[in-house]
T-cell receptor
Framework: GAGVSQSPSNKVTEKGKDVELRCDPI?????LYWYRQSLGQGLEFLIY????????KSGLPSDRFSAERTGGSVSTLTIQRTQQEDSAVYLC?????????????FGDGTRLSIL | SQQGEEDPQALSIQEGENATMNCSYK?????LQWYRQNSGRGLVHLIL?????REKHSGRLRVTLDTSKKSSSLLITASRAADTASYFC???????????????FGQGTILTVHP
């Protein structure tokens, strides 16, 4: 079946603009995760969804970052007033349900470049 | 700080040789997972080992876990050029409550297998 789909695959935008990144998880997967991968920081957890609720937003770097999930499926990560340090690859993953011992299935990411 | 630290940072070997990568972590864990990432792609789950397991095999992969030393190793036997990728360990910390699969990743080992 289809894997995790992320769009756009690449995004170049000017500093100060807002961007919206989309994640379409594997059908039936109730848990959804956003991570950020950058050269300096490696892979960092951003936010987790179980269904439509986000019990853990602890990884969001600032209040410019927000995310939502609707219908227990598609999720969008929004970055407002982008800064150059937001440049990174944003990865989305889903798993069948929340909890330990669940392998996470990753999309290929959105490569975000802030000019 | 990174929960998982990996060594070596880079490993270059010939096809047919074995590759060993190590991961150390800082806190108690529920489980430890290994992922592979090909250039420009998302992460692919390889194997999961629970905190009460010491060794696990999957095809050419062998993972060990030593919770007393807070370390794990991934062995790839009879390596192939197609194994060229970055390899990450990821831990799911045992926070005392319900685990929901928030993963903390190491910095990764870049493996190059020469034909």
């Amino acid at each position: 079946g289809a894997g995790v789909s992320q769009s756009p695959s690449n995004k170049v935008t000017e500093k100060g603009k807002d961007v919206e990144l989309r994640c379409d998880p594997i059908s039936g997967h109730t848990a959804l995760y956003w991570y950020r991968q950058s050269l300096g920081q490696g892979l960092e957890f951003l936010i987790y969804f179980q269904g439509n609720s986000a019990p853990d937003k602890s990884g969001l770097p600032s209040d410019r970052f927000s995310a939502e999930r609707t219908g227990g499926s598609v999720s969008t990560l929004t970055i407002q007033r982008t800064q150059q340090e937001d440049s990174a690859v944003y990865l989305c993953a889903s798993s069948l349900w929340q909890g330990s011992a669940q392998p996470q299935h990753f999309g290929d990411g959105t490569r975000l470049s802030i000019l | 700080s990174q929960q998982g630290e990996e060594d070596p940072q880079a490993l270059s070997i010939q096809e047919g040789e074995n590759a060993t990568m190590n991961c150390s972590y800082k806190t108690s864990i529920n489980n430890l997972q290994w992922y592979r990432q090909n250039s420009g792609r998302g992460l692919v789950h390889l194997i999961l080992i629970r905190s009460n397991e010491r060794e696990k095999h999957s095809g050419r992969l062998r993972v060990t876990l030593d919770t007393s030393k807070k370390s794990s190793s991934l062995l790839i036997t009879a390596s192939r050029a197609a194994d060229t990728a970055s390899y990450f360990c990821a831990t799911d910390a045992a926070a005392g409550g319900t685990s929901y699969g928030k993963l903390t990743f190491g910095q990764g080992t870049i493996l190059t297998v020469h034909p």
